[in-house]
């Protein structure tokens, strides 16, 4: 019983550890990466199959992908929830069930409209309960090497891309699309296992200790203890023969021994305080919605995601209508794998180094996004396609790698509110999530180019970019100056009047003043 309560208590260290315990949350992340958003960008695999069974279209299928991403994105907010009302642990394990719920069942399902439910909105229900909360404790385990060691941890969706796709591919092969399936889903009920690694952690500061020959308090006490043996009298009686002016200094100097240990004189106004402090937290925190870096953060996010999907989704049929064979065009989405794993990892050494403004960086590569993204439609042979899938490949992973965790610096959110913040960030992402394809789908019909998907997310990653720029203006109060300065003086006066009335110094002097008037300077009779 001992060794079990060990196991579910939460690590409590002084100060954020940078690793020990976070070690093995890492680890669960990246699991939780390979069989969630890997498994997403792998199920394509699936779709000549379930075109054939079903005698749906392609468009029909495809709606079975946006549905999940939209529903994974859409219940953020309900993750957040979940998880400060019962902790990290159990909804990752609840969000594990679903999903290898969701899976299995589909390779039961009987048209493309089940489909819909039980791998839309189940096992996308699943998805969103298992991602946020893992990125979330593992941002908290980490301080210095946070980017870093978040960079290398989500190479699993890269992996699963690399590795799992081929091998699920030849199994489908050998035993068809349905058991494929059902193996799929066992081996998401893993991530059970992975929930159960995430450890809570509490951070106490260890309390600072004074020396006690250099506390003012004892001094004072010191002394006038022993002055106080002849008289019999203490300090605090009203027959004492200490001035009004040493009384005020040793209650300056408790009063300091207070706050230099980190105590405060209760009060009942404090207390009150307090408790309706308490009583006033919150579950799910919409209240970062009245911070303009956040909302400038959050439209980044909306414009970008544009761009997250097309080039996926679109790319090998790109490159078979500039005249590559498919065989050869199949490489487009290895190459973007391999890219994406480099630049996920080079932009956590990145974000690693110090000095550096991390928002800075994410700007410039989502700037480097666009140009990238508008030159797919130029280019019309293998090697031009293979090196524009490599740029947008790396550029990727730099930009989805460290989108997420950025929520945690203080040039947008910080990390006290990530919680909270990256539910609804989550959220507002998630029409993008399931408008994209669509809308790349609808250019693609109407031109008959490939190539208009690719200028769709052009320019929603430019206007993404926009925005990003906007949000340290917007934290520092660029953005709002004059209100700014108004607000700083109006305060500058509060201060001013307040200090004017109620000053310390007053007090001492008055104490001087009586300590020397002639009453006081008469000897006592004898």
Known sequence: MSGLKGCMSPNVYSEVPDGGWGWMVAAAFFLVEVFTYGIIKTFGIF???????????????????????????????????????????????LGGFLISLGTITTALTQSIVEMYITMGIVAGLGYCLTFLPTVTILSQYFSKRRSL??????????????????????????????YCLMVIGVLQASIIVCGALLKPIVIKPKPATQEASTSPLKVLDSKYDV???FTCTSIDSVDSVASPTILLQVNLAREQEKKEEGESPETPLKQKQEDSSVSRTKLLDFSVLRDASFNCYALFGLFATLGFFAPQLYIIQLSVSRGVSRDSATYMLSAMAVAEIVGRLSMGWVLNRKPIRK??????????????????????????????SCLYGFLLGTVASSHIP????????????MSSAVGVYVCIQSFAGLAGPPLGGFLVDQTNNYGSAFYSCAAGMGVGALFLGLVRPAK??????????????????????????DSPADFVEMDMETDNSPAKSKPWPV
């Not at 000549?48 to 468009?59: C, G, K, P, R, V």
């Not at 991403?69 to 993750?79: C, E, R, Y």
């Not at 290398?152 to 591919?169: D, K, R, V, Y």
């Not at 607000?487 to 006066?493: K, N």
């Open 149 to 178: 060691v978040t960079s290398i941890a989500s190479t699993g969706e890269c992996f699963s891309l690399l590795a799992l796709a081929p091998a699920m591919n030849a199994l489908k092969e050998q035993i068809g699309w349905r």
């Open 227 to 229: 002055e106080n043996e």
């Open 406 to 417: 950025m929520l945690a610096e203080d040039d947008v959110i910080g990390i006290q509110r």
């Open 476 to 501: 520092t109060g660029l953005c709002f100056g004059k209100r700014r300065r108004n607000d700083q003086q109006r305060a500058d006066r509060d201060a001013s009047s307040q200090g004017s009335d």
């Open 359 to 388: 928002i800075y960086i994410l700007l410039i590569c989502t700037v480097l996004l666009c140009p990238v993204l508008v030159v797919f439609t130029f280019v019309s042979e293998f090697w031009g396609l293979m090196s524009c």
């Open 47 to 93: 779709l000549h199959d379930l075109m054939t069974d079903f005698n749906e279209t392609n468009s029909r299928v495809s709606w079975v992908v946006s549905i999940c991403v939209f529903v994974m994105a859409f219940t953020a907010p309900l993750s957040t929830l979940l998880s400060n009302r019962f902790g990290h642990r159990p909804v990752v394990m």
